[in-house]
């Protein structure tokens, strides 16, 4: 087998320069609830880019895991390391095999006696109402302090059903709040730190008050009894399964509308202690139930690692371990002391996430299983230290971040070998927590070298939300550590000059895409253009926005984003027509290439149409994902197996391009006109005969410039007579319309022709969405462009194909463009 290259410093030959898409994750990354989990597939091909086999891959801040075991799969040696706990625990649960016979045994006894508990207390019984019999509570659906419905299971249905609370189930509710628990549950107050201040003042001091009482009554009973098992291994996996449902029976999910239909689920879906009025109550029997036989359960998480993972993970206990004979290091460690557990020079690859200033309290938010986990007997090993979270909080300051974070890449940099790589993921859309890292790379001794920006399939909840649009998805940073021969310098921006940067880089990106563009994108395309040469400001986000927000009427103006709201007006140039050249728009460009894909390939998927789009269309250009789709429904139909391919009906409409032109020739002859060809067509056939044979010889028009008459010889078909041109044809299928628009802009305004575009009758829509691009629609209205359609051409002509024309009669054919 060939060996691998690692990329060199001096060629992009071998580098990942583009995005790159993301797969759907392995059930053995899905079982358990962490925030920021990474795409694993695109992890993989960093981690084999950039390592060979058995090297050493390092993440220092390992989260979910997923370098440790996309590195362990790719045949690298793995080091995972994370001063969170809990992050620990979850890397141990997927890495260490599991009984599934003993597992399963276990679970079934702890199963029974929680039901008999259930049972016995009654707190989620609720009456059928069909066979007025005892009926299990699966949820309760809350509205702030009333109960608006209630889910449950009876044997007399197949399906869960729902109910109006009754008196009884109210006073159930009520009475089980004096419910005595003589089991252990945590008795932890919630730190005095700002992310916990909702839970304080909506819940309360104390972490048991994330749950109703007899919630807790049952949790506190399950968890007591996970206590007692005698098997370490399957104690372990039993608390794995506890934790990963333990949020969704807090106040916290929210609940689904009445007609969802998944009124039975709910979900802690953003990264704080939020507490909706509307929420759900679950029942922690069923969650508990759910959590280890469901298809995101325990057992298929295992089933998942197992097969993934078991005849190739090897833990090492130690450093030397792993240099010796295993291959996965797991510490709970701080990345600000990396060399008590790594020595220096001794790692080939480093590709790690670390944290986004503030964006997301890891610690805080991973408190709610730790203080469980910690037990009765208070296990220090599981208590969160706060102290030493690199973060932006009430009491660590922006300077705070930055200098730990330096310090973080100081140690990086020790243990990565000369010339090889780190890769940084980040996603903020704050300048000076981006300028952090930036510097606290330089600061380390690193080289920068690239910055790729990666959409992600998911949407942030960060993304949205923001007057004047955001950034979204991430962005990969890749450094290099210099041979020691090497000179590193660093730049940094004068805060003179830097306005001009920015209104550059924002016109520049506008201007590569030809279309007003969301200020995330407009973002985008200035970090890229910043960080491209290694240079890093002094200041923040806001200044950013403050330059372009001053510059709205004298080089912007503001479009209503009619499309995607949440993202904010898209910006334009005042006076594109001084800087466009009449470009093709990026939405144009893309729509082409989708089209483009579809036609070479018999079935395709989604992910395969994203990956060339992100190869085609990189950083600033980078299209949004659900647009790619939009396009892919409105060309493409499914053909099974999550795979699409070209609608039948718009291969049809391709394939009568010809016809059209055919038809039209015939129609001016006969109304007495001349007919031009255009050059690209007059090379084509219909019914066998050559459509050159049609047209005029040359294009007999007066006053007009060789640069003029060039640019009309490309329209499709053109009427003319006398030395001036009556009408003008575009036959467009696809999207060429802009570029048609283009070529009839050449003929002067005292001409009076008439310009007409002709689409396929199924494409209204997107001529509604064309008139929605202000370039697009100034053009339309400024050369009097109007709109008819393939079949109604296609009827005129089997009418009128052996008939002298009026004027009146073809003018009666074309629809006026709204």
Same mark, same amino acid.
């Given at each position: 087998?060939?060996?691998?290259?690692?990329?060199?410093?001096?060629?992009?030959?071998?580098?990942?320069?583009?995005?790159?898409?993301?797969?759907?994750?392995?059930?053995?990354?899905?079982?358990?609830?962490?925030? *920021?989990?990474?795409?694993?597939?695109?992890?993989?091909?960093? %981690?084999?880019?950039?390592?060979?086999?058995?090297?050493?891959?390092?993440?220092?801040?390992?989260?979910?895991? %997923?370098?440790?075991?996309?590195?362990? /799969?790719?045949?690298?040696?793995?080091?995972?390391?994370?001063?969170?706990?809990?992050?620990?625990?979850?890397? /141990? @649960?997927?890495?260490?095999?599991?009984?599934?016979?003993?597992?399963?045994?276990?679970?079934?006894?702890?199963?029974?006696?929680?039901?008999?508990?259930?049972?016995?207390? *009654?707190?989620?019984?609720?009456?059928?109402?069909?066979?007025? /019999?005892?009926?299990?509570?699966?949820?309760?659906?809350?509205?702030?302090?009333?109960?608006?419905?209630? =889910?449950?299971?009876?044997?007399?249905?197949?399906?869960? @059903?729902?109910?109006?609370?009754?008196?009884?189930?109210?006073?159930?509710?009520?009475?089980?709040?004096?419910?005595?628990?003589?089991?252990?549950?945590?008795?932890?107050?919630?730190?005095?730190?700002?992310?916990?201040?909702?839970?304080?003042?909506?819940?309360?001091?104390?972490?048991?008050?994330?749950?109703?009482? =007899?919630?807790?009554?049952?949790?506190?009973? !399950?968890?007591?009894?996970?206590?007692?098992?005698?098997?370490?291994?399957?104690?372990?996996?039993?608390?794995?399964?506890?934790?990963?449902?333990?949020?969704?029976?807090?106040?916290?999910?929210?609940?689904?509308?009445?007609?969802?239909?998944?009124?039975?689920?709910?979900?802690?879906?953003?990264?704080?202690?939020?507490?909706?009025?509307?929420?759900?109550?679950?029942?922690?029997?069923?969650?508990?139930? =759910?959590?280890?036989?469901?298809?995101?359960?325990?057992?298929?998480?295992?089933?998942?690692?197992?097969?993934?993972?078991?005849?190739?993970?090897?833990?090492?206990?130690?450093?030397?371990?792993?240099?010796?004979?295993?291959?996965?290091?797991?510490?709970?460690?701080?990345?600000?002391?990396?060399?008590?557990?790594?020595?220096?020079?001794?790692?080939?690859?480093?590709?790690?996430?670390?944290?986004?200033?503030?964006?997301?309290?890891?610690?805080?938010?991973?408190?709610?299983?730790?203080?469980?986990?910690?037990?009765?007997?208070?296990?220090?090993?599981?208590?969160?230290?706060?102290?030493?979270?690199?973060?932006?909080?009430?009491?660590?300051?922006?300077?705070?971040?930055?200098?730990?974070?330096?310090?973080?890449?100081?140690? !990086?940099?020790?243990?990565?070998?000369?010339?090889?790589?780190?890769?940084?993921?980040?996603?903020?859309?704050?300048?000076?927590?981006?300028?952090?890292?930036?510097?606290?790379?330089?600061?380390?001794?690193?080289?920068?070298?690239?910055?790729?920006? @990666?959409?992600?399939?998911?949407?942030?909840?960060?993304?949205?939300?923001?007057?004047?649009?955001?950034?979204?998805?991430?962005?990969?940073?890749?450094?290099?550590?210099?041979?020691?021969? #090497?000179?590193?310098?660093?730049?940094?921006?004068?805060?003179?000059?830097?306005?001009?940067?920015?209104?550059?880089?924002?016109?520049?990106?506008?201007?590569?895409?030809?279309?007003?563009?969301?200020?995330?994108?407009?973002?985008?395309?200035?970090?890229? &253009?910043?960080?491209?040469?290694? #240079?890093?400001?002094?200041?923040?986000? $806001?200044?950013?926005?403050?330059?372009?927000?001053?510059?709205?009427?004298? #080089?912007?103006?503001?479009?209503?984003?009619?499309?995607?709201?949440?993202?904010?007006?898209?910006?334009?140039?005042?006076?594109?027509?001084?800087?466009?050249?009449?470009?093709?728009?990026?939405?144009?460009?893309?729509?082409?290439?989708?089209?483009?894909?579809?036609?070479?390939?018999?079935?395709?998927?989604?992910?395969?149409?994203?990956?060339?789009?992100?190869?085609?269309?990189?950083?600033? !250009?980078?299209?949004?994902?659900?647009?790619?789709?939009?396009?892919?429904?409105?060309?493409? $139909?499914?053909?099974?197996?999550?795979?699409?391919?070209?609608?039948?009906?718009?291969?049809?409409?391709?394939? /009568?391009?010809?016809?059209?032109?055919?038809?039209?020739?015939?129609?001016?002859?006969?109304?007495?006109?001349?007919?031009?060809?255009?050059?690209?067509?007059? *090379?084509?056939?219909? $019914?066998?005969?050559?459509?050159?044979?049609?047209?005029?010889?040359?294009?007999?028009?007066?006053?007009?410039?060789?640069?003029?008459?060039?640019?009309?010889?490309?329209?499709?078909?053109?009427?003319?007579?006398? *030395?001036?041109?009556?009408?003008?044809?575009?036959?467009?299928?696809?999207?060429?319309?802009?570029?048609?628009?283009?070529?009839?802009?050449?003929?002067?305004?005292?001409?009076?022709?008439?310009?007409?575009?002709?689409?396929?009758?199924?494409?209204?829509?997107?001529?509604?969405?064309?008139?929605?691009?202000?370039?697009?629609?100034?053009?339309? #209205?400024?050369?009097?462009?109007?709109?008819?359609?393939?079949? &109604? %051409?296609?009827?005129?002509?089997?009418?009128?194909?052996?008939?002298?024309?009026?004027?009146?009669?073809?003018?009666?054919?074309?629809? $006026?463009?709204?």
């Amino acid at each position: 087998m060939e060996e691998l290259k690692i990329p060199s410093a001096d060629s992009e030959s071998h580098h990942i320069n583009y995005a790159l898409v993301e797969e759907t994750r392995p059930m053995m990354y899905r079982a358990l609830k962490y925030w *920021g989990k990474k795409p694993h597939n695109i992890f993989r091909k960093y %981690i084999e880019t950039y390592s060979k086999s058995n090297e050493i891959v390092l993440d220092a801040f390992v989260g979910s895991g %997923i370098t440790v075991f996309e590195a362990i /799969q790719a045949g690298r040696r793995a080091i995972g390391i994370d001063l969170n706990p809990i992050s620990v625990f979850l890397m /141990q @649960q997927i890495a260490e095999p599991l009984d599934f016979n003993k597992f399963k045994i276990n679970f079934d006894e702890i199963i029974n006696k929680l039901e008999k508990e259930e049972e016995k207390c *009654g707190f989620f019984i609720t009456r059928c109402n069909k066979c007025g /019999q005892k009926a299990r509570i699966i949820n309760v659906h809350w509205d702030k302090e009333s109960i608006m419905q209630i =889910r449950y299971n009876c044997s007399c249905f197949k399906k869960n @059903q729902s109910k109006k609370p009754e008196d009884s189930d109210i006073n159930l509710s009520k009475d089980s709040e004096k419910v005595v628990i003589p089991w252990w549950y945590p008795q932890d107050k919630f730190p005095l730190m700002k992310p916990f201040d909702p839970a304080r003042k909506y819940v309360g001091e104390y972490y048991y008050s994330l749950w109703t009482k =007899r919630s807790l009554y049952l949790l506190s009973y !399950l968890y007591n009894e996970i206590e007692k098992l005698g098997d370490d291994r399957i104690r372990e996996a039993m608390k794995y399964a506890f934790i990963s449902m333990l949020h969704l029976t807090t106040k916290m999910p929210s609940a689904r509308r009445e007609k969802s239909k998944r009124p039975d689920s709910g979900s802690w879906g953003r990264p704080a202690y939020i507490f909706p009025a509307r929420h759900l109550e679950m029942n922690p029997v069923v969650s508990f139930y =759910r959590s280890v036989l469901d298809k995101q359960g325990i057992i298929k998480a295992k089933e998942s690692s197992d097969k993934l993972l078991k005849d190739k993970i090897k833990l090492a206990k130690d450093f030397d371990e792993l240099k010796n004979n295993k291959n996965c290091l797991i510490i709970k460690g701080n990345a600000l002391e990396l060399t008590k557990f790594v020595p220096e020079n001794s790692v080939d690859y480093i590709i790690t996430d670390p944290p986004y200033g503030g964006l997301i309290q890891y610690f805080a938010l991973s408190s709610i299983w730790s203080v469980w986990l910690k037990g009765k007997s208070q296990d220090s090993y599981f208590e969160m230290d706060y102290a030493d979270e690199i973060t932006i909080d009430e009491k660590k300051d922006f300077e705070y971040y930055h200098n730990m974070l330096t310090k973080a890449l100081k140690e !990086l940099y020790r243990v990565l070998r000369p010339g090889r790589y780190l890769t940084l993921t980040f996603h903020n859309r704050e300048i000076n927590v981006w300028n952090s890292v930036l510097k606290a790379g330089a600061y380390s001794g690193f080289i920068f070298e690239k910055i790729i920006y @990666q959409p992600n399939k998911r949407a942030s909840e960060a993304g949205v939300a923001m007057p004047y649009g955001s950034a979204i998805s991430d962005y990969y940073l890749r450094f290099r550590k210099p041979l020691t021969s #090497e000179k590193v310098e660093n730049k940094k921006i004068e805060s003179s000059v830097f306005p001009n940067i920015v209104l550059k880089a924002a016109k520049d990106i506008i201007i590569k895409r030809s279309e007003p563009t969301e200020m995330t994108f407009i973002l985008n395309g200035i970090y890229v &253009e910043l960080l491209s040469h290694g #240079e890093y400001f002094e200041g923040d986000n $806001e200044e950013i926005i403050d330059i372009l927000k001053g510059n709205i009427g004298k #080089e912007f103006v503001l479009i209503e984003n009619k499309e995607n709201a949440k993202l904010g007006s898209k910006w334009w140039l005042k006076d594109p027509d001084s800087v466009l050249h009449k470009g093709v728009p990026l939405s144009d460009r893309v729509e082409r290439a989708i089209i483009d894909i579809l036609k070479r390939n018999i079935k395709v998927t989604y992910d395969e149409v994203l990956r060339e789009i992100f190869v085609k269309f990189a950083n600033g !250009l980078t299209p949004d994902s659900k647009k790619i789709l939009d396009i892919l429904k409105e060309y493409a $139909e499914k053909a099974g197996e999550g795979k699409w391919r070209y609608k039948a009906q718009a291969e049809l409409r391709e394939s /009568q391009h010809n016809e059209l032109i055919f038809y039209l020739a015939k129609l001016g002859m006969n109304s007495g006109f001349k007919v031009w060809i255009g050059s690209k067509e007059q *090379g084509e056939q219909f $019914e066998g005969l050559r459509l050159k044979d049609l047209s005029s010889k040359d294009l007999d028009v007066g006053n007009l410039t060789p640069h003029q008459i060039s640019r009309l010889k490309d329209v499709d078909v053109i009427w003319h007579k006398k *030395g001036s041109i009556s009408y003008l044809f575009e036959v467009e299928n696809t999207t060429s319309i802009t570029s048609a628009l283009e070529r009839g802009s050449n003929i002067p305004s005292n001409y009076k022709c008439k310009k007409i575009i002709i689409l396929p009758n199924e494409r209204k829509g997107f001529l509604i969405r064309k008139l929605n691009e202000p370039m697009f629609k100034d053009n339309f #209205e400024k050369y009097s462009w109007s709109i008819t359609y393939y079949d &109604e %051409i296609i009827n005129f002509y089997r009418l009128y194909k052996n008939k002298n024309i009026s004027m009146n009669k073809i003018d009666a054919v074309i629809k $006026e463009g709204k």
